[in-house]
């Protein structure tokens, strides 16, 4: 899925942002924390990103002092991951969502 389709949808952007202020739970995985730094809930926020880092500076939203390269992040509210990173990423969400399961599964 192309990304950039949805950057544009500023009922989604609110919606982040929405539940960002709540202190709602976002995850976000690949190339989709564009939209989480787009809607600028990853100001002061440690977080990775399926992303170049030319496409990130061409973007112009993400703050770069913040980024890591780990492959799942986590700062309070938000985790975020590269998309190599899907089984830590699901096991980081899990535990975010205190669910009970086996981590070896996979």
Not at 39 to 60: E, I, R
């Amino acid at each position: 899925m192309d990304i950039s389709t949805l950057q544009l949808e500023e009922s989604l952007l609110d919606f982040i942002r929405h539940l960002s202020a709540k202190g709602g739970l976002l995850a976000s995985i690949s190339s989709s924390p564009y939209l989480l730094a787009k809607a600028g809930v990853l100001q002061n926020k440690k977080y990775t990103v399926g992303l170049p880092l030319d496409g990130m500076k061409q973007l112009g939203c993400f703050e770069l002092h913040n980024y890591s390269d780990e492959l799942v992040v986590q700062d309070g509210n938000i985790i975020t991951a590269k998309g190599r990173g899907f089984i830590p990423f699901g096991i980081c969400f899990g535990h975010a969502l205190k669910l009970k399961f086996d981590e070896n599964w996979y």
